[in-house]
């Protein structure tokens, strides 16, 4: 046989081995997938909503500077156990997402209308994460510093065309959701619902108890469901918090209501998909208050602690933290000669003692705003004294007059006081909106490895059920397809964070 023969036969058997061998490492690399999917029996997705990237640059040296320490995330983007990468988050009919469109590409794996939730522009109801979860066995939870009706813990749980029905989301959790814990009583009490309706009794009636102190979710008791409402619209932001000795005695923080969230479920047998919502801080970056972000930032930081120990006692949990858009996108510029003033600058941000709302309180309460009045109101909230002609262009917003600003967005009052604070703590706003930008994400524990790189926000919801082991599908519509359907497109409140 001439040996031309022979190195072909020989090349056919090394061809047939090679198959079988890649057969071989192709089963092998199944099997592992598989194996990972069934590691992880709990799922934490945390949100710091309208989180632009700016914020964490920040928030680590002002903890520095406020706490003495890093923050729990800046620590866990430099452990090489923990995974990073990015999300894409543009919603069906916006290059620009609303929460409720976000949360509802997580919660569905379909892109929806801003002001959607979880459902099509054709009026097809999709399956939300918590009722797929919940079918399989899992208990659910959500956590918030919103009103626990808000798009984002909406979007893992309930199918509704409006974001901005609050009052029905409430009566759409009962029997999906084992945890609730937020703001939003006066959605569930009957004094304050419209409807006379008394969901907090409907709600014990089916097994939940009703929180409504700090106490008692610090406290001992532990029951199987739980409805926790501490405010009767969104929880206070950090600062005020923290500079109030009632809010402080009543109101639980993120990081407690995380703990005990934790505490519940994880008696599950078969595991649980809790979400963690710091959503004030959308609300602050809406606002332009540097301070109120900063600590909310933090506050959302401490949860993050929480997450990450008990997902180092638990490895079969899987945590992520994300953010569902950038929000105004702030900055923190370089001041003063060779930007040496920056750090004063934060240092300006941290003798804060309260939120812009605050501001606006002490304003209210004294009548027509006056330049005097506005100079006072800010010094006394956040230890800065702005100059005469500043104070007088605040003051004629707040009465109703129109603002000098070339930037429309900053054509309000929360505008204006942004760019007029900005002079002095160096934070810098492109506006008072939502932003298109891609958007961090950090994973630990099993099945992190589905979370490294940059993909669009809806693929979360199919890697969160593969790596659960579980099968499912909803049905999606493009962008062009979607088209037809704009005319019945969703109207958001728009002012919807105050």
Request: charged letters at 25%; one cysteine or more; glycine letters at 8%.
């Amino acid at each position: 046989m001439a040996s031309s023969d022979l190195s072909r036969r020989e090349l056919l058997q090394a061809g047939v081995a090679a198959l079988a061998g890649s057969g071989l490492l192709l089963r092998e690399a199944s099997a592992q997938v598989r194996r990972r999917a069934s590691q992880v029996k709990s799922i934490i997705f945390m949100v710091s909503d309208g989180m632009s990237l700016g914020v964490p640059s920040m928030a680590e040296p002002f903890s520095q500077m406020v706490r003495g320490r890093s923050t729990n995330w800046f620590r866990l983007l430099q452990d090489p156990e923990a995974v990073t990468g990015l999300f894409e988050t543009r919603s069906l009919d916006s290059l620009v997402t609303d929460s409720s469109a976000a949360s509802s590409a997580w919660g569905s794996g379909s892109r929806v209308f801003n002001g959607a939730l979880n459902v099509l522009p054709d009026g097809t109801n999709l399956t939300p994460l918590a009722h797929v979860m919940r079918r399989a066995g899992r208990k659910i939870g959500l956590v918030t510093t919103t009103t626990i009706t808000h798009a984002t813990p909406a979007g893992f749980a309930v199918a509704h065309p409006r974001r901005d029905d609050e009052h029905i989301i409430a009566e759409l959790y009962l029997d999906v959701v084992d945890v609730l814990m937020g703001g939003g009583r006066r959605f569930f009490d009957p004094q304050q619902r419209s409807d006379r309706r008394d969901l907090i009794a409907e709600y014990q009636r089916k097994g939940y108890v009703f929180w409504e102190r700090r106490e008692q979710v610090r406290g001992r008791e532990r029951p199987e469901k739980v409805l926790g409402l501490f405010y009767s619209g969104h929880v206070p932001y950090t600062i005020d918090h923290r500079n109030d000795p009632k809010l402080w005695e009543t109101v639980p923080t993120l990081a407690e209501m995380t703990r005990t969230a934790l505490e519940i479920l994880s008696r599950s047998r078969h595991g649980f998909l809790l979400q963690i919502e710091g959503g004030r801080v959308d609300h602050a970056a809406h606002a332009n208050d540097a301070a109120a972000l900063l600590w909310d930032q933090l506050a959302f930081d401490d949860a993050i602690a929480v997450a990450v120990d008990f997902v180092r006692r638990h490895p079969d949990t899987l945590l992520v933290i994300t953010s569902d858009h950038g929000n105004s996108n702030p900055g923190l510029n370089g001041m003063g000669e060779e930007y040496r003033d920056s750090a004063k600058c934060l240092e300006r941000v941290a003798q804060a003692k309260g939120s812009y709302g605050a501001i606006q309180q002490l304003l209210r309460d004294a009548g027509t705003p006056t330049a005097n009045k506005v100079r006072e109101a800010v010094r006394e909230v956040t230890g800065i004294e702005i100059t005469p002609e500043e104070a007088e262009v605040i003051a004629s917003v707040a009465q109703g007059k129109p603002a000098p600003a070339l930037n429309r967005a900053h054509a309000n009052l929360t505008g204006v006081l942004g760019e007029i604070l900005s002079n002095y703590n160096g934070i810098a706003w492109i506006g008072t909106q939502h932003t298109g930008d891609w958007t961090l994400v950090t994973a630990l524990g099993a099945g992190k490895e589905m979370f490294a790189g940059i993909r669009p926000h809806k693929e979360a919801f199919y890697q969160m059920l593969n790596l659960v082991g579980i099968s499912f599908r909803n049905p999606e519509m493009t962008p062009e397809q979607a088209k037809r359907y704009l005319a019945r497109a969703p109207r958001v409140q728009k002012v919807h964070w105050v």
